[in-house]
């Protein structure tokens, strides 16, 4: 099946049609690093409430609560928009290496190829919906006045 005559200029020519998807895999990367980041804080912030509303401790306040609800949905989103671009990668990966496998084996990849790529960018556009999503919900619940407009 392997055929020991590979002919390097079609090696190469599979590293050029596989460097896009690497700088691409570079980008989810990126807006994953963002997108945990943007977790990590959902969470902080909802451990904080959390601990309020502990029976030792005071209870919480109908605002607060309703500030944990909506943590609670940012979470949600935050995570399913990380789960999606994580798919998104992996589908990436398995482009690149179905490109190798192609040249390698001397297959007809492309159909697989433009599929798995076609999936990859709707698990990426998903992610991409879901996280708008969670900075839409982040900047509703969250009013900032200046100190010259609050009443005392």
């Known amino acids: 099946m392997f055929n020991a005559v590979v002919n390097l200029g079609d090696v190469g020519h599979a590293i050029q049609l596989a460097l896009a998807p690497a700088f691409l895999l ?8 963002v997108m945990a980041g943007r977790l990590a804080r959902i969470i902080d912030r909802g451990r904080r409430l959390s601990e ?8 919480l306040s109908d605002t607060q609560a309703e500030e944990l609800s909506s943590l609670e949905r940012r979470r949600y989103l ?14 990436v990966c398995t482009v690149i290496a179905s490109l190798f496998l192609q040249v390698l084996l001397q ?8 599929l798995l790529f076609t999936v990859a960018t709707g698990a ?19 009013r900032i006045t200046s100190p010259a407009k609050r009443k005392p």
Not at 26 to 33: F, P, S, V
Not at 52 to 59: S, V
Not at 125 to 132: K, Q
């Open 26 to 33: 570079t980008g989810i990367a990126g807006l994953l690093n």
């Open 78 to 91: 935050a995570s399913a928009a990380i789960t999606a671009c994580t798919l998104a990668a992996l589908l």
């Open 107 to 114: 297959l007809d990849l492309a159909w697989a190829i433009g």
């Open 52 to 59: 309020l509303g502990q029976p030792n401790g005071p209870h």
């Open 124 to 142: 990426m556009v998903t992610g991409l919906a879901y996280f708008l999503r969670e900075v839409h919900m982040a900047t509703q619940s969250i």
